[in-house]
């Protein structure tokens, strides 16, 4: 590759790390938010995912129509909580590869002006 495909390569994945980070920050803040607590974090992800379990076993839910929507209800929430946690690595993920880019980025620059 060229010098200025390396570089359109790597501006490119800085972009994307950004990009990365932008919404895991997003996240941050909403952790931080009581109401997301409360609605998401504890009565969504934790409650509804005990009720649903408790369901399963209720005399009144053996039905197997019945038991794959409350399946699909839980494989809901915990793809939902997956995705949470997804973005929580991901962040720490892209800000190393950002510091990593970027450098490589300046190195590349570097090399042009000794060049010169």
Known sequence: MSKTEDLAALDSE???CKRVIEESDRLERL???PDFKILFL?????DEAVRLVSL???SAMQ???QQ?????????????NQ?????????????????VNLAER???????????
């Open 14 to 16: 800085i972009a994307h």
């Open 31 to 33: 952790d931080k938010n």
């Open 42 to 46: 504890e009565k969504y992800i934790k």
């Open 56 to 58: 399963k076993a209720s």
């Open 63 to 65: 039905d197997p129509k």
């Open 68 to 80: 794959l929507v409350l399946d699909h209800q839980l494989f809901a929430i915990a793809y939902f």
């Open 83 to 99: 995705h949470l946690i997804f973005m929580r690595a991901a962040n720490t993920n892209a800000k190393a590869a950002l510091e």
């Open 106 to 116: 300046e190195a590349l620059l570097q090399e042009g002006e000794e060049e010169v």
